[in-house]
């Protein structure tokens, strides 16, 4: 049974750092690419950040890029999201998720396989 389990989420001030983890288990994840999403209250799931199977491409949404940084262990089955410089705006349920090599190509959540249930991360002072 494939499980996506995040971890590192909680209340941080305007311009800390707080660094998210997600375990993958179930299956080998070397030949996926896996991706964070975030989902604010009232407001549809988005893309923020995605690595390539391969490990060595990274792409990022233009609200996070530069603050965030995507990394990967273990062949993909774990999974980082390094979170710098936060802002209110970046409040939201974080997802993990995994989807099949070429998912790393697009934003959208219907690219995704498999999901985690996700994190919370509350910016605020």
């Known amino acids: 049974q494939v499980q996506l389990v995040e971890s590192g989420g909680g209340l941080v001030q305007p311009g800390g750092s707080l660094r998210l983890s997600c375990a993958a288990s179930g299956r080998s994840f070397g030949s996926y690419a896996m991706a964070w999403f975030r989902q604010a209250p009232g407001k549809e799931r988005e893309f923020v950040a995605a690595i390539h199977s391969s490990g060595d491409r990274l792409r990022y949404a233009n609200s996070v890029n530069g603050r965030f940084t995507i990394s990967s262990a273990n062949a993909r089955n774990t999974v980082f999201l390094q979170m710098n410089s936060l802002k209110p705006e970046d409040t939201a349920v974080y997802y993990c998720?995994?989807?099949?090599?070429?998912?790393?190509?697009?934003?959208?959540?219907?690219?995704?396989?498999?999901w985690g249930q996700g994190t919370q991360v509350t910016v605020s002072s």
């Open positions: 998720a995994a989807g099949a090599t070429g998912s790393y190509y697009y934003t959208s959540v219907r690219r995704y396989d498999y």
